[in-house]
Nanobody, 126 residues
């Protein structure tokens, strides 16, 4: 069983920065890759960023490349550092966890992820 809790969202102005955190709790040891997705009002959920289970490989959506950075720590918590925020970044941000076994692949499809957090809202004003 895995539980994910996001935090760090809020209301900011265009050009500001935010760091989202995803606290991961596990009842059993396993190997996981992590990802961030977002869903803007009236739109479908979209991929934002992902990191493999070892933290050695990352992948980003073109829309956030160069502005967002995904990272993890030894406790397997995951972070999304966001700079130069734009109004189009306004969305509910979700972290997600995928069981990977020994694979070191980065997962970019929402269907790859079994566990999801409840989301944290980011609102960027112009």
């Amino acid at each position: 069983q895995v539980q994910l809790v996001e935090s760090g969202g809020g209301l900011v102005q265009a050009g500001d920065s935010l760091i989202l955190s995803c606290a991961v709790s596990r009842r059993t040891f396993s190997s996981y890759a992590m990802g961030w997705f977002r869903q803007a009002p009236g739109k479908e959920r979209e991929f934002v960023a992902a990191i493999n289970r070892l933290g050695t490989s990352t992948y980003y959506a073109d829309s956030v490349k160069g502005r967002f950075t995904i990272s993890g720590d030894n406790a397997k918590n995951t972070y999304l550092q966001m700079i130069s925020l734009k109004p189009v970044d306004t969305a509910v941000y979700y972290c997600a966890c995928a069981e990977t076994g020994l694979s070191t692949a980065v997962r970019t499809r929402s269907t790859d992820y079994r566990y999801w957090g409840q989301g944290t809202t980011v609102t960027v004003s112009s």
